[in-house]
Structures are given as C-alpha cells and as structure tokens.
C-alpha cells in the first residue's frame, strides 16, 4: 500500500500528472501508518514510501550521474522515514489526536526539510504536484505552497481514518474551512492593474544543448544568445531577459571582459531597453560568483544580484575537504560565493524588478525577501542544460508558477536550453518554449500596486499546523494501552 502511494505521489508531477493524484497518492501512504503496528513497522512505511516517491520524482538528476541522485534520494527519504517512525508510535490513538498527530508531524517534517541540511530542499512537496490545478493557485496566494501542501495532508489523513472508520467524515471540516476563508479574501482583489509591458526572454541555448563542449562553451553561448537579441526590432520590447549561464567564465563575463559588456551594451541601446543577463563570474581559483546583471537602455551596468543559494555538491562542496576522495566533486573546482540579500531594480512605468537564480526558484522564502524589499515583478534565471529533455524543467516550471501565484505577481522564468516562459499572476502560462532550442519567448508583465495576503503572512498554515501537531504530541504522552482504534473511532 505504501509503495503505492510514492509511486501515485511521484506520478502526480510534471511530466505526467494530473497533480490531484497527489491526494490518494499521501492517502495511500497515511493509511498504511494508520495501520502500523508500531514504530517499527512505521519506520519501514516511512522508508518505503520516501525512497518509492523522491526516487520517482528527482530520477533525472542521474543525468548527472549516480553520484548525484542517490545520495540526494536517501536525505529526502530520511524525512518520512522519521516521520512514519515517530507517528508509527501513536497508531492507536483516537481519530481525532492521531489526525492533529499525522497533519502536524507533517508540517514540522517538511519545515525542517525545506532548511535542512545545507539550507533545506523543497522539491517534492505536495503543494507543488497542484500547480496544475487552478484552484489550487489560487488557494496558494493565500496560504502559500506550504499551506497548500497542508491542506492535502489534511485531507489525506482524514481519508486514512474514514478506511476504517467512515463516521470520522467530519475530519475533513477543515479543508473546506480553509477554502472558505480564502474565498474571503478573493472578494476583495480588485487590484488597478496598470498597463503592461513587453518583456523578450532569450532562450539562446548553447552550442551543443545538454552536453559540456569544452573549452569555448559559454563563450559561442554567449555569442548565440547576443545573435538572437540582435533579431529583436528597436523599440519593440521593454526588457530583454537572458538566462542564467548566457555570459560568464574566463571569457565571456560582462564585468571582467569589455568587448562582451559592450556589446550587450550596444543591443540595450540599440533596442532602448533594460537587459538582464545571468553570469558565472570567476574570482579567483577558488571562489566565484553568480550573478544576475542589468543593464539600463543607455547600456550602462546599473547594479547585480548575487544568488544567495548555492547547490551543494553543484556550485559549491561542503566540508570541501572531507569529500576530496570522491573524482566526480572534481567537477566543482570552486565554491561559489553567497549574495548578502536581495536587490530590486526600479525599471521605471511602475516596474520594479526583483530576481533570483535557479534553485533559489524553488523556495518561496527567496522571492518573498524580494517582495518584501519592494519587487512587483520577478524574474528566475535558470540553467537546466544538464537535465537533457527530462521532467526537470517542466518541474521547475511548476515551481515557479506556485511563486506566481503565491506572491500574486507576473514571473519571467528563463531557461539557457529551455523551458522558458512569462507567467501571470495568476500562475498561468504564457508562450512557453521548447527543450534544446534557440527562441524568443514575449510576453507581458505588469507592476502591480499590492502583492498577495501570502506575501504577507507567509508560511504561518504551516506554522499553526506544526504546532499544533507539537502541543497534541505533549498532551498526549502518556502509555498507551492497547485498544481497537476503529472501535474508539465510532464511539
């Protein structure tokens, strides 16, 4: 039963879907803890689970090599693994404390994970099978992702008792609770929504689209990304957007090397538009830094954003010297060097421009720090190339569309080899390009006047859910004795 449930859960993300599968899919693994016969055998659920659903969902990092998804896949299923031992315990509580139990010991899981180890890991969590799901975006911008993801456990946790006792229907109240208070607040989102402005997203890709071609690769990636602006018409656009990896190393960053800034600097003139562009900047033999550079329509470079979220083992090794043993870090011969914070570029017509890099997509702890420093428009720049024509980028591209709709704000997502695409608001797509290819994706984005209740709030579903996971687990820890918990379930 619960191997199911991680493959159900695994199945309900991009590229396959429809995201609501997540739903059964966590039924299926909370029922089978509702039925554990202790710690013991909720450790092995956990286990089953974890390794089944992360092994589903993240596969396409062994594009990297093996190296780089098992050892990822073991920490992640460490998590339920832990949680299926800990709630494995309380089996034979009534409906009511073991449902508060199951929902709660969920939230503290994924908030420990979502910053644990090495700054956490958000891929995988339930709220992002839904970005599918309009209703589920919507619910987003008032709970966020992580609220989302509660509300699902909720429900599956509510179905794991019905299995055995159908009179707990009731335990489900809260979800459409929840939906209610959202509806609320939906009520009153007549935001002036001034006019839009046209943003172009080079997609230039490089030279050989998911391989490494040494030793000129971001050079000609450069040079192709530079050559499919140069088609854009003068006047037509407000803002380029290259991707992350378009410029950079030795040889193509437009702070350390003129020729390129200049002529970058020429096409912003030329067009009478902002360029950002993303750059992988050496510093020295050892260190390096990952930035996101803009430059004004005049062609001068105004400012940068530095990513504050390296990938450990992929743009930088932890504890570098206990690792030095295994051939394939030698990859990673220089730690990148984290940003301090975030930076908002005032565009003008409204726009002001927050962004961040690649895996700090992933969490909406980094774009809710953009907003809250005054961006009104968001940009991801991304480089997925390694990831061949995997699920990854459709994924990310689920991702970021929770941050849409999350923030209540319009996201550029740029992607070297693709996917790109401009997403609304509303967490809907626009254009969206393809994998490997060399396009210009346009699209609209506009500065809104107020951001969304979440952008406010933030993770607090989560936070209220945790906790009363954590006050139900106090209160309720004295010895259990052994009972039916069905029979407890239809007093």
Same mark, same amino acid.
């Given at each position: 039963?619960?191997?199911?449930?991680?493959?159900?859960?695994?199945?309900?993300?991009?590229?396959?879907?429809?995201?609501?599968?997540?739903?059964?899919?966590?039924?299926?693994?909370?029922?089978?803890?509702?039925?554990?016969?202790?710690?013991?055998?909720?450790?092995?659920?956990?286990?089953?689970?974890?390794?089944?659903?992360?092994?589903?969902?993240?596969?396409?990092?062994?594009?990297?090599?093996?190296?780089?998804?098992?050892?990822?896949?073991?920490?992640?299923?460490?998590?339920?693994?832990?949680?299926?031992?800990?709630?494995?315990?309380?089996?034979?509580?009534?409906?009511?404390?073991?449902?508060?139990?199951?929902?709660?010991?969920?939230?503290?899981?994924?908030?420990?994970?979502?910053?644990?180890?090495?700054?956490?890991?958000?891929?995988?969590?339930?709220?992002?099978?839904?970005?599918?799901?309009?209703?589920?975006?919507?619910?987003?911008?008032?709970?966020?992702?992580?609220?989302?993801?509660?509300?699902?456990?909720? /429900?599956?946790?509510?179905?794991?008792?019905?299995?055995?006792?159908?009179?707990?229907?009731?335990?489900?109240? @809260?979800? @459409?609770?929840?939906?209610?208070?959202?509806?609320?607040?939906?009520?009153?989102?007549?935001?002036?929504?001034?006019?839009?402005?046209?943003?172009?997203?080079?997609?230039?890709?490089?030279?050989? @689209?998911?391989?490494?071609?040494?030793?000129?690769?971001?050079?000609?990636?450069?040079?192709?990304?530079?050559?499919?602006?140069?088609?854009?018409?003068?006047?037509?656009?407000?803002?380029?957007?290259?991707?992350?990896?378009?410029?950079?190393?030795?040889?193509?960053?437009?702070?350390?090397?003129?020729?390129?800034?200049?002529?970058?600097?020429?096409?912003?003139?030329?067009?009478?538009?902002?360029?950002?562009?993303?750059?992988?900047?050496?510093?020295?033999?050892?260190?390096?830094?990952?930035?996101?550079?803009?430059?004004?329509?005049?062609?001068?470079?105004?400012?940068?954003?530095?990513?504050?979220?390296?990938?450990?083992?992929?743009?930088?090794?932890?504890?570098?010297?206990?690792?030095?043993?295994?051939?394939?870090?030698?990859?990673?011969?220089?730690?990148?060097? @984290?940003?301090?914070?975030?930076?908002?570029?005032?565009?003008?017509?409204?726009?002001?421009?927050?962004?961040?890099?690649?895996?700090?997509?992933?969490?909406?702890?980094?774009?809710?720090?953009?907003?809250?420093?005054?961006?009104?428009?968001?940009?991801?720049?991304?480089?997925?190339?390694?990831?061949?024509?995997?699920?990854?980028?459709?994924?990310?591209?689920?991702?970021?569309?929770?941050? /849409?709709?999350?923030?209540?704000?319009?996201?550029?997502?740029?992607?070297?080899?693709?996917?790109?695409?401009?997403?609304?608001?509303?967490?809907?797509?626009?254009?969206?390009?393809?994998?490997?290819?060399?396009?210009?994706?346009?699209?609209?984005?506009?500065?809104?006047?107020? /951001?969304?209740?979440?952008?406010?709030?933030?993770?607090?579903?989560?936070?209220?859910?945790?906790?009363?996971?954590?006050?139900?687990?106090?209160?309720?820890?004295?010895?259990?004795?052994?009972?039916?918990?069905?029979?407890?379930?239809?007093?």
């Amino acid at each position: 039963m619960v191997v199911a449930g991680g493959v159900v859960s695994a199945l309900a993300f991009p590229r396959i879907g429809p995201g609501w599968l997540i739903l059964p899919g966590v039924a299926l693994f909370l029922t089978g803890l509702r039925m554990a016969a202790g710690r013991g055998q909720g450790l092995l659920f956990g286990g089953l689970y974890g390794v089944t659903f992360f092994g589903g969902v993240i596969w396409w990092l062994s594009e990297l090599g093996l190296i780089a998804v098992i050892p990822l896949v073991i920490v992640q299923a460490a998590y339920p693994t832990a949680y299926g031992w800990w709630l494995g315990r309380h089996s034979q509580r009534p409906a009511g404390p073991w449902f508060l139990l199951a929902v709660g010991g969920w939230a503290l899981m994924e908030l420990i994970r979502y910053r644990f180890p090495f700054n956490g890991f958000e891929w995988g969590a339930a709220g992002y099978a839904l970005s599918d799901q309009w209703w589920a975006r919507d619910l987003a911008s008032v709970y966020g992702t992580t609220g989302v993801t509660v509300m699902v456990v909720a /429900a599956a946790a509510a179905i794991a008792v019905m299995a055995r006792a159908p009179r707990s229907w009731w335990l489900l109240a @809260p979800v @459409p609770v929840l939906v209610l208070v959202s509806a609320l607040t939906w009520l009153d989102s007549g935001d002036d929504l001034p006019a839009g402005q046209t943003v172009a997203v080079v997609q230039g890709s490089t030279p050989c @689209p998911f391989e490494h071609c040494a030793p000129d690769e971001r050079l000609r990636t450069f040079q192709q990304h530079l050559a499919l602006t140069r088609t854009i018409e003068p006047g037509s656009v407000f803002l380029v957007v290259w991707s992350e990896g378009s410029t950079g190393s030795s040889n193509a960053d437009p702070v350390q090397n003129p020729e390129v800034g200049e002529a970058i600097a020429a096409e912003a003139r030329r067009i009478g538009a902002w360029i950002l562009v993303g750059s992988d900047r050496p510093l020295n033999e050892t260190h390096w830094v990952n930035a996101n550079v803009l430059f004004d329509p005049e062609g001068e470079i105004v400012g940068e954003y530095q990513k504050q979220h390296p990938v450990p083992f992929g743009e930088y090794i932890p504890f570098r010297p206990l690792f030095d043993w295994i051939p394939d870090l030698d990859q990673v011969p220089r730690d990148m060097i @984290p940003g301090e914070g975030p930076v908002v570029f005032d565009l003008g017509e409204g726009i002001h421009l927050g962004s961040v890099i690649s895996f700090e997509g992933g969490f909406s702890r980094y774009i809710r720090e953009q907003v809250a420093a005054g961006a009104n428009v968001l940009a991801v720049l991304t480089n997925e190339g390694s990831y061949g024509t995997t699920p990854g980028s459709d994924q990310f591209i689920g991702m970021t569309r929770m941050r /849409a709709a999350e923030m209540g704000l319009d996201v550029i997502h740029a992607a070297v080899t693709g996917k790109s695409t401009v997403i609304s608001a509303d967490g809907s797509l626009g254009e969206v390009s393809g994998l490997g290819t060399q396009e210009i994706v346009y699209g609209s984005v506009a500065g809104r006047t107020s /951001a969304s209740l979440y952008a406010t709030v933030g993770d607090a579903l989560m936070g209220f859910a945790a906790l009363t996971g954590v006050i139900t687990w106090w209160r309720a820890r004295r010895p259990l004795v052994a009972s039916d918990p069905e029979t407890d379930e239809e007093e």
